[in-house]
Nanobody
Framework: EVQLVESGGGLVQPGGSLRLSCKAS????????MYWFRQAPGKGLEWIAE????????AYDDSVKGRFTISRDNAKYMLYLQMDALKTEDTAVYYC???????????RGPGTQVSVST
């Protein structure tokens, strides 16, 4: 059974940082591209970052480029998202996934809430 469990969310002030983690199990993590998505209140699911299995290719949505960094540890079956210079508009539930779930592929976790506010 595929399981993805996110952690590390919380409340942070604008300009602050958070590091999200995602523990994967139930599939061969090391051969999958992995993804982070987010969903803000009242909005749809948004792709924000992806990383290939060897960690030598990654891509980001323009809204987070230069502020967020995706990484992975294949030995530990872990995916990470380092979020710096957070903005109020980054407030959302963040999900990790093993496919483009916005296009109907793969699985995602239950999500972790990130709130950026003064």
């Amino acid at each position: 059974e595929v399981q993805l469990v996110e952690s590390g969310g919380g409340l942070v002030q604008p300009g602050g940082s958070l590091r999200l983690s995602c523990k994967a199990s139930g599939f061969q993590f090391e051969i999958y591209w992995m993804y982070w998505f987010r969903q803000a209140p009242g909005k749809g699911l948004e792709w924000i970052a992806e990383i290939n299995r060897g960690s030598d290719k990654s891509a980001y949505d323009d809204s987070v480029k230069g502020r967020f960094t995706i990484s992975r540890d294949n030995a530990k079956y872990m995916l990470y998202l380092q979020m710096d210079a957070l903005k109020t508009e980054d407030t959302a539930v963040y999900y990790c996934a093993n496919g483009r779930v916005d296009q109907g592929y793969g699985f995602r976790g239950p999500g972790t809430q990130v709130s950026v506010s003064t």
